[in-house]
């Protein structure tokens, strides 16, 4: 029987496999980022408007519980969110774990015990992290949120996992 407290672990470069570039990359603030971004106004907005929603969506499952429903949309949103950040080459590694998240809960849609918390954690990260690079342009260094994101959607995954 797996213990609930070891699907919590920390994660350092090790640990993140293909993802560790990220912790080795130089800091690059938002501001930097905005001089030769590659993503249209158009584009922006519709990732800042999909994020909006699926925090919206994550805290009504958090309140109310398991929906099937909420669950597909959310997979559905966090689709489109990795499809936005593949336009950047700088968030890939970003773009292929949220892909990687919406495959899991696509697996896992008839389980009713989605460990909502983590989900809620995952998402968090993934909201400051959006937010402070797309919107606010505040941040300073546009690879840590992602870190934060990817890490938060790893242990999902391994919480996601542990109950196949």
């Known amino acids: 029987m797996i213990l609930f407290d070891d699907a919590f672990f920390d994660m350092g470069p090790d640990d993140l496999g293909a993802f560790s570039s990220k912790l080795q990359k130089e800091a690059e603030s938002a501001s930097e980022f905005w001089l030769e971004c590659p993503i249209e106004g158009d584009d922006v907005a519709c990732l ?37 950040l593949y336009f950047c080459v700088e968030f890939n590694d970003g773009a292929l774990l949220i892909d990687e998240v919406a495959e899991c809960l696509t697996a896992h849609l008839h389980d009713k015990d989605i460990p909502v918390e983590m989900l809620v954690m995952f998402n968090k990260d993934l909201f400051v992290w959006i937010k402070e690079v797309f919107e606010s342009k505040e941040c300073d260094n546009i690879y840590s949120g992602e870190t934060n994101t990817i890490a938060a959607g790893r242990q999902l995954i391994a919480m996601l996992k542990m109950s196949e």
């Open 48 to 84: 800042l408007e999909a994020v909006e929603e699926v925090d919206a969506e994550v805290g009504l499952i958090q309140a109310n519980g398991y929906s099937q429903q909420r669950i597909e949309l959310i997979v559905k949103l966090y689709k489109e969110l990795a499809n936005s």
